[in-house]
């Protein structure tokens, strides 16, 4: 788990970024950065995504001294308004019925931050997903299947959602599911950790 004379920990309880992170190769410890998530009155999402992440790995960083921290955040929007994590069948079936057949913008921000000199590099990473025109029967075989009800927008791409869509644009795919690693590449590169 020492990289550099540093431990690398994954500020997140996600799953799914725990499995990104561990494409990488590296040892990393994670857990669970336990802030408040509520966007503030007015903030524009990337800067709701970006002081997310920050906070998470502060948060983190507070209690791994010696470490490089990797916080993430995403917010999912639909004509620019928050797409949270529905939490429950009937909220995932409301915002699958919005985002059928429109466009929704995913922020994904990434910020690694050096615990010990404060020193902190950070990115959002916009992705963009074009949903087909989904029926009722096929959000429920959907939902069924997938249960994505801690996923932002109800979007489990890595999974069936991917059926969902039509198309896809951005510069990195594994921004969409939730931790951007081509970014990650990059910032973790400028604290002298080289992937592969």
């Known amino acids: 788990m020492i990289l550099n004379d540093k431990t690398l920990v994954l500020a997140s309880s996600s799953r799914y970024r725990r499995e990104l992170l561990a494409r ?15 966007a503030l009155p007015g903030e524009p999402p990337e800067r709701t995504s970006a002081r997310l992440a920050r906070e998470k790995a502060k948060a983190v960083a507070a209690r791994f001294p010696r470490s490089l921290v990797i916080g993430s955040d995403q917010v999912a929007t639909l004509d620019g308004v928050e797409l949270g994590k529905p939490g429950t069948h009937e909220r995932a079936t409301r915002q699958l019925r919005a985002m059928s057949g429109r466009s929704v913008v995913f922020h994904t921000a990434l910020c690694v931050l050096d615990s010990d000199s404060g020193r902190l590099g950070e990115v959002v990473v916009p992705y963009t997903v074009q949903f087909r025109c989904l029926s009722d029967a096929a959000i429920e075989r959907y939902l069924a299947a997938e249960q994505p009800y801690d996923c932002a927008g109800s979007a489990k791409t890595e999974g069936l959602g ?3 869509l039509e198309w896809m644009r951005g ?10 690693l081509i970014a990650l590449t990059g910032l973790l590169a400028a604290e ?5």
């Open 24 to 38: 990488l190769g590296l040892a990393f410890e994670a857990t669970s950065p336990d802030i408040d998530e509520t």
């Open 162 to 164: 991917i059926s969902l």
């Open 171 to 180: 510069d990195d795919p594994t921004a969409l599911i939730g931790l951007p």
């Open 192 to 196: 002298g950790i080289v992937v592969p």
